[in-house]
């Protein structure tokens, strides 16, 4: 099974955007989603954003309704993740995983429940 890898973090002033990239094998991805996830110094993995490959149907964290926007491109076989108004306290290693679109496109992906394994991840850092 392929790894998926995530590109675009940078250091960024708060208010920027950044947009990330996870690169995924051509699977046959009927009922998977690719997931976003976040992991800050001293705090646990959680959950960004998510995406279907079956309904296009999407899932944001509260904290980053509004301002950031998955997308995919199946051409490319790459999700994005569009990162606006940027706070610090945004900053993070952002990974990007495939998980079941069911349950986790309505309820938001767990850390616990991805398929295959962790990338390297993308460094973001919000800072003036």
């Known amino acids: 099974q392929g790894q998926l890898v995530e590109s675009g973090g940078d250091l960024v002033q708060p208010g920027g955007s950044l947009r990330l990239s996870c690169e995924h094998p051509d699977w046959a991805l009927d009922f998977y989603a690719i997931a976003w996830f976040r992991q800050a110094p001293g705090k646990e993995r959680e959950g960004v954003s998510c995406?279907?490959?079956?309904?296009?149907?999407?899932w944001y964290a509260e904290s980053v309704k509004g301002r950031f926007a998955i997308s995919r491109d199946n051409s490319k076989n790459t999700v994005f993740l569009q990162m606006n108004d940027l706070k610090p306290e945004d900053t993070a290693v952002y990974y990007c995983?495939?998980?079941?679109?069911?349950?986790?496109?309505?309820?938001?992906?767990?850390?616990?429940?991805?398929?295959?394994?962790w990338g390297q991840g993308t460094q973001v850092t919000v800072s003036s």
């Open positions: 995406i279907s490959f079956r309904t296009d149907g999407t």
């Open positions: 995983a495939a998980v079941l679109d069911e349950p986790y496109v309505n309820k938001g992906p767990d850390p616990k429940h991805i398929f295959g394994s």
